[in-house]
């Protein structure tokens, strides 16, 4: 059973970078079989996918963020983490981290951590 822990500054001044990491117990993040990323829900609206990490080290971000979004790993730590750069409010929102296990058969199951809530404030 994967779990998911979201940790990180709840407050980011605007133009600053946003930095998130979730830690993950369970499994390794190295582990084939697994994709991991970054939602967001800003309040009042629904939940915005912003990018991915799979096992060989792809990336694939939203095209809205792309510009502005970066997914890395820290394998030592069995962590990944988020970037993003020059945040303004509308970036305020509760950031969630996700792993998606895709084995070769059988179904495929998601994780979540609970979720951070970032609010983006001078």
């Known amino acids: 059973q994967v779990q998911l822990q979201e940790s990180g500054p709840g407050l980011v001044k605007p133009s600053q970078t946003l930095s998130l990491t979730c830690t993950v117990s369970g499994d390794s993040i190295r582990t084939s079989y697994y994709t991991w990323s970054w939602i967001r829900q800003p309040p009042g609206k629904g939940l915005e996918w912003m990018g991915v990490?799979?096992?060989?080290?792809?990336?694939y971000y939203s095209p809205s963020l792309k510009s502005r979004t970066s997914i890395s790993r820290d394998t030592s730590k069995n962590q990944f983490s988020l970037q993003l750069s020059s945040v303004t409010p509308e970036d305020t929102a509760v950031y969630y981290c996700?792993?998606?296990?895709?084995?070769?058969?059988?179904?495929?199951?998601?994780?979540w951590g609970q979720g951070t809530q970032v609010t983006v404030s001078s």
């Open positions: 990490r799979v096992y060989d080290g792809s990336t």
């Open positions: 996700s792993a998606k296990r895709i084995p070769l058969i059988g179904g495929t199951t998601d994780y």
